[in-house]
């Protein structure tokens, strides 16, 4: 209890980073509606924000090393909230985009210093406390984001004003906790092709991974608003696929750990394109069946990046576990850049249901590569612990790497 009690202020600015950063994108979607921008630049809007969170990810740990924990917080929000407070000012798509890549940078630089703090602070015994709280924390903090949807008012500076308030608040927290400022860790060294040759499946099912989430999360009010959905709907819309992932994680990690993970990447992919064709029919069956699908596409999509990184790390050597993680989350990260703008043009051309079916396109793909590799080589005769893998920064990895090691077990 005194070691949650002492990363209190850690957990709070994560909860208010996660209110503020998490409730842009879908604002911004609908604020893009209202302002008649074209559903190509509301998807340029999100590949914007996951470009800005790639180029946070690699700078983050260089800057903490040169100005501190703090000080690099304290830069990275203010950074998210001039972002924000600067929409209302400049109507224009391509003004937001580049105000989006501030917000992305503004999450991937806060998540790399917290995740910092709490890799210098915690110890064996309590490493997955720790972990189970910082995750339960920022999947309910993501969650309620979403929902915040229902009561900020699309293109308004109030509801700009209101983000950029959460965004500054996380601030407090942090800069006003008495616990003395850890030593600044290593950037970890981006070695892409480490996944890759660990487990080519692997690196492939991250991509997809990126396809499902970030299409749904950053375009998902598009097709909210396309299949008749009021904008508190949406939200629920939204929260329903984060609480699906959440609720799906202990059954799919008990499978990760008990079967081949490659079948169990294959079931969920094939999973992923029956949702994604449930969800494309779901309209009919009015808003019950809209969020009963949206609960079953978030279960089938969201924990496949972590099946992926635990069969990755099936390969690893305890020495690569930090940049194997690095390394998958740039294919994330890739991945992440190109679905919403992707999404968008679909949509934008074919209709709403286009996202789904390129989701579903790019999970039938999954499902053919991961076949294939099954025949290419056999499964490690060593395996490591499922553990849910937060996409947050490249320091993730040395949060999770002791606990893979530690819950590490022959098959």
């Known amino acids: 209890m005194?070691?949650?009690?002492?990363f209190a202020a850690l957990f709070l600015s994560v909860a208010l980073l996660q209110l503020s950063t998490g409730g842009v994108g879908p604002l911004d979607a609908l604020s893009g509606l209202a302002l008649s921008f074209s559903t190509s630049e509301i998807g340029l809007l999100g590949s914007a924000h996951f470009f800005g969170f790639f180029i946070g990810c690699w700078w983050a740990p260089r800057l903490m090393g040169s100005v501190g924990h703090s000080r690099a917080f304290a830069a990275f929000t203010a950074t998210g909230a001039i972002g924000l407070l600067?929409?209302?000012?400049?109507?224009?798509?391509?003004?937001?985009?580049?105000?989006?890549?501030?917000?992305?940078?503004?999450?991937?630089?806060?998540?790399?210093?917290?995740?910092?703090?709490?890799?210098?602070?915690?110890?064996?015994?309590?490493?997955?406390?720790?972990?189970?709280?910082?995750?339960?924390?920022?999947?309910?903090?993501?969650?309620?984001?979403?929902?915040?949807?229902?009561?900020?008012?699309?293109?308004?500076?109030?509801?700009?004003?209101?983000?950029?308030?959460?965004?500054?608040?996380?601030l407090i927290p942090l800069t006003l906790t008495t616990a003395k400022q850890p030593e600044t860790p290593n950037a970890p060294r981006l070695r892409p092709m480490l996944a890759v040759q660990m487990s080519p499946l692997a690196a492939a099912a991250v991509v997809v991974a990126a396809l499902s989430s970030a299409s749904f999360r950053m375009i998902g009010p598009v097709y909210g608003q396309e299949v008749g959905l009021s904008p508190a709907q949406i939200g629920w819309f939204l929260a329903t696929f984060v609480l699906g992932g959440a609720l799906a994680q202990y059954p799919v990690g008990w499978l990760a750990d008990r079967f081949d993970r490659r079948w169990v990447l294959i079931w969920l992919s094939v999973a992923a394109i029956l949702s994604s064709m449930m969800t494309m029919g779901a309209p009919g069956f009015g808003q019950g069946g809209v969020m009963m699908a949206a609960l079953v596409f978030g279960a089938t999509t969201f924990p496949i990046y972590s099946v992926a990184a635990a069969h990755a790390h099936d390969f690893a050597d305890d020495s690569e576990r930090v940049e194997l993680s690095a390394a998958l989350m740039f294919f994330f990260a890739l991945g992440a850049i190109a679905a919403p703008y992707a999404a968008s043009a679909l949509i934008s051309r074919f209709g709403p249901h286009a996202m789904f079916t390129m989701i579903a396109v790019g999970h039938l793909a999954l499902v053919i590569f991961g076949l294939t590799r099954m025949l290419a080589r056999p499964a490690p005769g060593n395996r490591t612990r499922y553990v849910y893998a937060p996409r947050t920064s490249f320091l993730i990895g040395r949060l999770t790497r002791r606990q893979r090691e530690r819950d590490g077990k022959g098959t």
């Not at 005194?2 to 002492?6: A, Q, T």
């Not at 989006?100 to 064996?124: D, F, H, P």
């Open 86 to 170: 600067a929409h209302m000012l400049v109507l224009d798509p391509y003004a937001w985009a580049l105000m989006r890549v501030m917000s992305g940078l503004c999450v991937a630089g806060c998540y790399t210093v917290i995740e910092a703090w709490l890799q210098a602070k915690v110890t064996n015994q309590s490493r997955g406390r720790t972990m189970g709280v910082y995750r339960v924390v920022d999947m309910s903090a993501s969650l309620f984001a979403q929902l915040l949807i229902g009561v900020l008012s699309p293109a308004s500076y109030v509801s700009y004003n209101i983000l950029a308030i959460l965004c500054c608040a996380a």
């Open 2 to 6: 005194r070691m949650l009690i002492s």
